[in-house]
């Protein structure tokens, strides 16, 4: 006790006490670029677990490469593609549910314009325009929603909700309750992307790899992606500060929205339709990973390099799940179960709390 | 120690947060009737003492004695707020409810069926209201009370739990001259009433205005109990500071601005609707400008129309080049570097780090092709840690782990990183501590020597005496203008409307 007071009656300590009464940590620059750095990788330990529950499970088969590849990380490429894009829009401060709708609704639409039977549009339209058209209506949902919560000021969870709702009508409409199937004739991006492979893997997976590594680095080292970061932790500092609030709010939607546009597109290669209710139900799994990722829902806070970790988490979950042959009735409940365990490792693991 | 036991006595507190010792020795003893202040340094315990002393924080090691009694258990917050309340800076009230619901909040006036009755409650607070004498109607909600109000309200709840003891934190940051002097003439009416306060303040001279006695706290401990008369100012501030030296005097050594120097800022005719009407200014190279007046005189939305953050019609100038009115982009690119009036709300980003929020402005200085180099961010970041006497831990410490004074000084190397030809700040002091306050002004002085000007917007009397030149501004008009060594009584009196020469 009498040591401490000295020290500090001779020498007042190099880091501040803040204000609030919560005291500064103190701690030399590398200790702390390596927690940070660590922080990132605090749901490793997790999939190492559970990677070995699900060897023990079923050795003969779990850990070996056709397995994981096009058993677990095929399935989990279209997720891991809308949890990017979720990431991005949660880190600039807002939300998307209409994202679930968006990976149904935009290549319905650009498929319909091919194989519709009716002649709305003049149609049927060549197979190339599928790419083009999907993106394009990706990419407007996004302009939409932006312009309702950044012009006209309304909540990001409502407008996104009614579109979600919305889209998901339309939706309907198009398919016709029914499916467009037998796609990958007829369309040949539907067919690459569900079919190609590239040194051994399907090429959604080199998709989902490539987009993250884009993403980390724009997210990281670029003005733009720094800018994000601003705009979500405090948008009126951001703005006194030069950025232009408005435009990063918008380019960030419309790319979220291109982003599950095109996984939607991916999953209907894996599945070589369109259903009517492609998508259905995947938001919530799409924020359970973020989260689990730590990626804030309050915003300016998370990496996507966590959020990847939170996809690979659930989706080897997910497939141990089906390894140790739990009855499909009651799999949606364990899942629950699961993601609210998952919730809690990474709250723990990463300490930081979740609002 | 006289018969009768102090009011509240403190003694040997200890309280660590992981290996940050919070505070090493505190002690205070307060008597009963007399408003006592606590100063110290941002960081040098008071806030940690003011959680120990109202129970909402377990010393790792000392004793509170209210009255000579021990200290509740931390638990019995109940027991607490009977004994001690605290008034802070940042509203404790629920902006949805009104004022009479805020006041029974949890202990609302049951009516028939043991339900709440609303008329009764209504009643019971007009009574409470008009007992402490604190014009505010019940019934109003409490998002729409002022500062002033507010904390009056604050007060007159802690009153009806029983509590004698009121902590006020930094009451008077956020409140303008006139609000000042009404908050004060209650607290000593409310002192006369038999209320013990504990004042807590930057403002050195508000200390010496309403308290009789002070303790002064630094690096963790508490350093000397006086009677306000045994503490002259100088004593107060090396107290404060630990230094035999006391603090100099900002700008006194300025060179005076020659007549033919540039003219680096013109506006022209600016008028900000509703707020500001046809103002005219020149600042030279050289020069600092203050811009005096009230919260309704406009000078804040004036500078927010300079950075860009208001449209406004006018023209302004910066070295003879007009700056497009509306977008922040326009002004930062046009040579006006802005500090926000405050920091808690546009100053920084509280979860992004030091380097980041400090080359906010200059990121596409920062690398090619809009890529922003770690390395070279940090390196600059490095820079303006040292110049400004930054205390963090490095560029990767997020602002909002820093003091008040180090994150206001990390807002400061924002503004100034982008190399602006003119400098317009607003109220670059708010709430820090004397000696972060000196290296603020400090580096304001020290810019402006030679080719920048600066716009220094500002209602504390410290801030305005760098100023080479000081404006007053009235109902969104310039009334007055004042070269250094202004008198501070009729400067005050225009600041408020009340002199013989103002419109």
Known sequence: MSTVSETLAKEPPVVEQSDSGKPAKSGRPSNRLRLAKLRDLALIPPIIVVLIIGYSINPDVFLTKSYLVDNVLKYQAVLALLVLAEALVLIVGKMDLSLESTVGFAPAIAVFFVVGSTDFLGTPWPAWTVLPVTLFFGALVGLFNAFMIVKFKLSAFMVTLAMLILLRGLQLAIVGGATMSNLAKKIPVIDDLGSTRIIGMPVSIWIVILSFGVGIVVLGYTRAGRSIYAVGGNAAAARAAGIRVERVIFITLAIASVLAAFAGLMLAGQLGAVSATMGDGMIFKVFAAAVIGGIMLDGGKGSLFGALTGVLLLGLLESVLVLAQVDPLQIQAVYGLVILVALIIARVTSGKAQD | MDTQ????????????????????????????????????????????????????????????????????????????????????????????????????????????????????????????????????????????????????????????????????????????????????????????????????????????????????????????????????????????????????????????????????????????????????????????????????????????????????????????????????????????????????????????????????????????????????????????????????????????????????????????????????LVQPTAGVDVRSKESLLGAVDEKTREQRGALLISDELDDLRVCDRVVVMVGGRIVAEHTRGWDENMLVAEIEGISEHSV
Not at chain 2, 13 to 24: C, D, E, N, Q, S
Not at chain 2, 183 to 212: M, N, P, W
Not at chain 2, 223 to 237: G, P, Q, S, W, Y
């Open chain 2, 5 to 424: 036991q102090p009011l509240v006595q403190a003694t040997g507190i200890v309280k660590r947060f992981g290996p940050t010792v919070a505070l090493a020795d505190g002690n205070l003893t307060v008597h009963a009737g007399e408003t006592h202040a606590l100063v110290g340094r941002n960081g040098a315990g008071k806030s940690t003492l003011v959680g120990v002393i109202t129970g909402l924080l377990k010393p790792d090691a000392g004793e509170v004695r209210f009255s000579g009694e021990q200290g509740p258990a931390l638990g019995d917050r109940a027991a607490w707020r009977e004994r001690v309340a605290c008034v802070y800076q940042y509203p404790s009230v629920v902006k949805e409810l009104t004022v009479a619901e805020n006041l029974f909040l949890d202990r609302q006036p049951r009516g028939r069926f043991g339900l709440i009755s609303p008329s009764r409650q209504r009643k019971q607070a007009a009574e409470l209201l008009d007992a402490w004498s604190v014009p505010v109607s019940p019934d109003l909600p409490a998002a729409e009370l002022t500062v002033e109000q507010r904390q009056l309200v604050e007060i007159a709840s802690a009153l009806s739990l029983g509590a004698r003891f009121v902590i006020l934190d930094e009451p008077t940051a956020q409140l303008e001259g006139r609000a000042i002097t009404r908050l004060f003439d209650k607290l000593r009416t409310l002192q006369d009433a038999g209320v013990t306060f504990l004042f807590i303040s930057h403002h050195l001279s508000e200390i010496y205005e309403i308290c009789q006695r002070v303790t002064v706290f630094r690096d963790a401990r508490h350093i000397v109990t006086d009677t306000v008369a045994n503490m002259d100012r100088d004593k107060l501030v090396a107290a404060m500071i630990g230094e035999a030296r006391g603090l100099v005097q900002v700008g006194a050594d300025r060179p005076a601005v020659p007549d033919t120097a540039e003219p680096v800022l013109e506006l022209a005719g600016v008028t900000v609707p509703g707020h500001v009407t046809e103002v005219d200014l020149t600042v030279r190279r050289g020069e600092i400008v203050g811009v005096a007046g009230s919260a309704a005189s406009g000078k804040r939305q004036l500078a927010e129309a300079l950075a860009g953050l208001r449209g406004r019609t006018g023209a302004v100038s910066v070295a003879g080049r007009k700056v497009r009115p509306g977008t922040v982009r326009a002004a930062l690119d046009g040579g006006i570097g802005y500090l926000p009036g405050d920091r808690n709300i546009d100053g920084f980003v509280g979860g992004l780090s030091v380097a980041e929020n400090a080359t906010m402005t200059i990121a596409k200085k920062l690398g090619p092709a809009g890529m922003v180099l770690p390395g070279k961010r940090d390196a600059a970041a490095r820079t303006m840690i040292a110049d400004l006497d930054i205390h963090t831990s490095g560029p990767d410490q997020p602002v909002g782990e820093l003091s008040g004074g180090n994150a206001q000084k990390v807002v400061m190397a924002r503004t100034l990183a982008s190399d602006p030809e003119v400098i317009v």
